[in-house]
């Protein structure tokens, strides 16, 4: 575990990474993101009733933290999100709803957000690869994708059969869906 700001700047290679104003919507989306993510894993910490789910949220969650400090680093207060504090409150909310009904539902909630976060980095990756510019970001990028990835990898391996439970697939689309839009406002605002 990294404790440190300057450890953790390290470790993803996130101390010299200049940020320039094509990129910088993208940041602003992946910080309100990131910020999403520790408080799902707050909300889900709250759940008493399940060892299984807090034991989750302490170990996904520690990761989270670690790529919201990389992403304090990179972007500037004025570059952030205006509606953090929503982003918060919609974190918290999924988290500890997800976990209200089950671990289950819970994993399978990290498995669909996480999906979502790799396409969403990809999608940056791939894009600074074909530019050919920034690769400290790129590599910052990169490192916070593989860890989304083994989380997502991780949910999905705690699931159950899940193939035709409505409920749990219009959970899914919902999730996704919302994940979307708040992407897309936390670019503008």
Not at 43 to 64: C, N, P, R, V, Y
């Amino acid at each position: 575990m990294y404790t440190n700001e300057a450890e953790i700047l390290k470790r993803y290679g996130a101390a010299n990474v200049v940020l320039t104003a094509d990129v910088t919507e993208w940041l602003r989306s992946d910080h309100a993101g990131e910020t999403g993510a520790v408080w799902i894993y707050k909300g889900a910490a709250f759940a008493f009733w399940s060892k299984k789910i807090q034991e989750m949220a302490l170990e996904h969650g520690e990761t989270e933290r670690q790529h919201l400090v990389v992403m304090n680093h990179i972007l500037q207060p004025s570059q952030r999100s205006k509606l953090i504090f929503l982003w918060k409150i919609m974190g918290f909310g999924l988290g500890f709803t997800a976990s209200f009904f089950g671990y289950s539902i819970f994993c399978y909630t990290i498995n669909v957000v996480e999906t979502f976060v790799e396409k969403h980095y990809g999608e940056q990756i791939k894009l600074l690869e074909e530019r050919r510019s920034n690769p400290d970001l790129l590599m910052v990028l990169k490192k916070c994708c593989e860890e989304e990835v083994e989380h997502k990898e991780d949910a999905f391996a705690r699931i159950p059969e899940i193939k035709g439970n409505v409920f749990i697939q219009f959970w899914g689309f919902v999730v996704k869906f919302f994940s979307g839009i708040a992407v897309s406002i936390a670019k503008k605002i």
